[in-house]
């Protein structure tokens, strides 16, 4: 995602696609991982507090597919596994693990605003006119020089927001096996309070509105 798949080559030529690469595995591990991991640990948290049965099943096939389509195409996909739930329950339960995942990205979303505030005004990374940016928003951490460390720091920060904000959203899809369709059979008013939350944020990001980087930015400028 963050060289745009094997096309991102022609932009960024050979070296510096391979070394922002690698660079950006670490970036993506700290801020793209706990979105799905809390979200899963969510679920089991309420589940086992409800006396059923947890676990998380992964799905190679899944993250085989999530990985080589990133990797052709630059777009990211993927269903490396799930909470795995069994036991008796009132449709009302059922509907309180379901919602317990995209709620714990909404969380994540609202702590990480402040956190990353912090850690990025501290460490002074906001000095975006040093940081080279490709056409997709993410920066060649390879012609970085010195302030690489800066730049991954940043890029944290701006998939933390986003990815939380996308996974929630698209975790509330009333479709299969997804978390929507299970709150939409508990309690509709919760389904479309919770889908409309996400909704709104993701489509104004999408269509320009605001940005995970100049929310940061400005507020470091604030505060710092």
Known sequence: MAVRGLSGISTLGMNTWI???LLAMPVMLFAVGPAFILHEIGHKIVAKKYGCWAEFRADPKGLRFGIMLSFFLGFLFMAPGAVMVSGLLKRRYNGYIAVAGPL???SLFIIGIPMWVLILGITGSFDLTSIPMLENGSRAYADGGS???QSMLVDAGVWWISANLILGL???IPWGP??????KDWNEQVFYGVFFIFLVPVLSMFLGFWSPVALLEGLVN???
């Open 170 to 172: 698209f975790n509330m």
């Open 104 to 106: 714990t990205n909404l």
């Open 147 to 149: 302030i690489i460390w």
């Open 222 to 224: 604030k505060v710092f």
């Open 19 to 21: 070394v922002t690469l």
């Open 178 to 183: 997804l978390d929507g369709a299970k709150v």
